[in-house]
């Protein structure tokens, strides 16, 4: 099957960065039709005006699948901000919090744990955007296996996450090659 990203004969994976809010999920269920797009590399890609026939994944989805109903949280939509529910966790913070924690924890052990996690499910027939792309082991991960196309997306008028966040941050130098702004 053919790739609507290919280039060559190494199977693309799109991977998505950008600050918590900004937009990832929004880019891949409405297109780029809301967006500017910028191309920063001489990037051989193209970008598909939609991404409807592309499998959406995520790294953080097996930590989510496992940690949330472990602690008896059932309701995920809402984990980024429930502080009501911050007598399920052993420690202080939202459920967000909790699951950064568990996934430093995780990636201590090992710093590809989660791409590993993603690469074992991921049905290989398929063209796959990645919209939870955090760190740059997961590119360097992926880079020698699939052809890699990377999207910052940018949202001004979002706060910033405090610099002390290194999920939202650890990135912030990595020259993609699109960015695309609503």
């Known amino acids: ?16 960065c950008g600050y918590r809010c900004h937009g990832k999920d929004h880019l891949v269920r409405n297109g780029l039709s809301e967006y500017v797009v910028l191309r920063k590399k001489k990037s051989p890609f193209n970008l598909p005006p939609s ?15 496992t940690v949330l109903p472990f602690i008896g949280y059932t309701t995920p939509e809402n984990y980024e901000t429930d502080k009501d529910k911050v007598g399920l966790l052993p420690v202080e913070g939202t459920i967000r919090e909790y699951l ?4 430093k924890v995780a990636r ?6 989660f791409v590993k996690m993603l690469l074992a499910s991921m049905k290989e027939t398929s063209d ?3 919209t939870d792309w955090r760190y740059p082991n997961e590119y360097e991960f992926l880079r020698d296996k699939y052809e890699v196309i990377t999207i910052r997306v ?29």
């Not at 201590?108 to 744990?113: E, L």
């Open 1 to 16: 099957q053919s790739s609507i990203f290919c280039i060559n004969e190494m199977k693309p994976i799109v991977l998505v």
């Open 51 to 65: 991404f409807k026939d592309v499998s959406c994944l995520k790294f953080a989805s097996h930590l989510k699948e």
């Open 100 to 103: 950064i924690g568990v996934a």
């Open 108 to 113: 201590d052990i090992d710093p590809d744990f």
């Open 128 to 130: 796959v955007i990645i």
């Open 154 to 182: 940018h949202r001004n008028g979002i706060a910033v996450p405090p610099l002390d966040v290194t999920s939202e941050h650890s990135l912030d130098n990595f020259e993609t090659d699109f960015v695309v702004l609503p």
